[in-house]
């Protein structure tokens, strides 16, 4: 992450040099900056193997505190490279993704560590963004409820027409849920039918649900705005 923040200077530094710095400056502060932390740090930093280092270095509620304090260093420093409007995502249902269900589920149930951490994590997110925006005296960080926006389809799918949520598109082994997508995997025959693409990551008309909710959904899917008023309250400004 600190490598990406430095790419994001140099960016601006090329750009400072075609167009000058004030004109830069409104163009990153006008940007709209969306980011995603936390999934991997619980899926391949703690639970992938047996007892790695942060396990025996963090109990889960512990790590879940150090990772929210790291994600808020983070956006501090956006903050100070210009970014004035970040859409902030948490993690989703981690332990009921088909790689999950296929390693650490029983009978197809959802991961319960995994779960727990997500569930721990994810408001934890909220509040922190919270009390950084009142810090800055701003709504510059935006939270996106991609926990809840995921568990709607996960353990409903029927109802947002998929045939099941447990079964990835492409992979292998139980679930479809071991390794990654390539030419020797199981392929379905209609992807619009299941919510997982991969083993880890949506289809894309369940990433269009999750679209949509950031677009337009409720408070407790965005807050404290979605992107559509977002939109409309900065239409003037930049």
Same mark, same amino acid.
């Given at each position: 992450?600190?490598?990406?923040?430095?790419?994001?200077?140099?960016?601006?530094?090329?750009?400072?040099?075609?167009?000058?710095?004030?004109?830069?400056?409104?163009?990153?502060?006008?940007?709209?900056?969306?980011?995603?932390?936390?999934?991997?740090?619980?899926?391949?930093?703690?639970?992938?193997?047996?007892?790695?280092?942060?396990?025996?270095?963090?109990?889960?509620?512990?790590?879940?505190?150090?990772?929210?304090?790291?994600?808020?260093?983070?956006?501090?420093?956006?903050?100070?490279?210009?970014?004035?409007?970040?859409? #902030? *995502?948490?993690?989703?249902?981690? @332990?009921? $993704?088909?790689?999950?269900? /296929?390693?650490? !589920?029983?009978?197809?149930?959802?991961?319960?560590?995994?779960?727990?951490?997500?569930?721990?994590?994810?408001?934890?997110?909220?509040?922190?963004?919270?009390?950084?925006?009142?810090?800055?005296?701003?709504?510059?960080?935006?939270?996106?409820?991609?926990?809840?926006?995921?568990?709607?389809? #996960? *353990?409903?799918?029927?109802?947002? @027409?998929? $045939?099941?949520?447990?079964? /990835?598109?492409? !992979?292998?082994?139980?679930?479809?849920?071991?390794?990654?997508?390539?030419?020797?995997?199981?392929?379905?025959?209609?992807?619009?039918?299941?919510?997982?693409?991969?083993?880890?990551?949506?289809?894309?008309?369940?990433?269009?649900?999750?679209?949509?909710?950031?677009?337009?959904?409720?408070?407790?899917?965005?807050?404290?705005?979605?992107?559509?008023?977002?939109?409309?309250?900065?239409?003037?400004?930049?």
């Amino acid at each position: 992450m600190p490598r990406q923040l430095e790419y994001f200077q140099q960016y601006q530094q090329r750009v400072s040099a075609l167009i000058g710095e004030e004109e830069t400056r409104k163009l990153v502060n006008g940007a709209l900056v969306l980011i995603t932390c936390g999934g991997n740090d619980f899926v391949n930093n703690y639970f992938l193997v047996p007892n790695p280092a942060r396990s025996r270095q963090f109990a889960i509620p512990d790590y879940v505190t150090y990772v929210i304090s790291e994600y808020k260093k983070i956006l501090q420093r956006l903050y100070d490279l210009g970014a004035r409007r970040v859409l #902030v *995502t948490g993690t989703g249902p981690l @332990g009921c $993704v088909p790689a999950e269900l /296929a390693m650490r !589920g029983r009978n197809g149930e959802c991961s319960e560590e995994l779960q727990s951490a997500s569930s721990l994590y994810n408001p934890q997110l909220v509040e922190m963004i919270t009390q950084l925006n009142d810090e800055l005296g701003s709504d510059v960080f935006v939270a996106a409820n991609t926990h809840l926006m995921h568990d709607d389809f #996960v *353990t409903n799918p029927q109802a947002y @027409g998929f $045939v099941t949520s447990k079964v /990835a598109c492409c !992979g292998q082994g139980p679930f479809n849920g071991v390794g990654l997508c390539t030419v020797a995997s199981n392929l379905c025959p209609d992807r619009d039918t299941l919510a997982f693409w991969d083993p880890f990551h949506p289809s894309e008309k369940a990433n269009r649900l999750i679209v949509q909710q950031i677009m337009t959904g409720a408070s407790n899917y965005m807050k404290p705005f979605n992107l559509s008023t977002i939109l409309a309250l900065d239409s003037n400004k930049y």
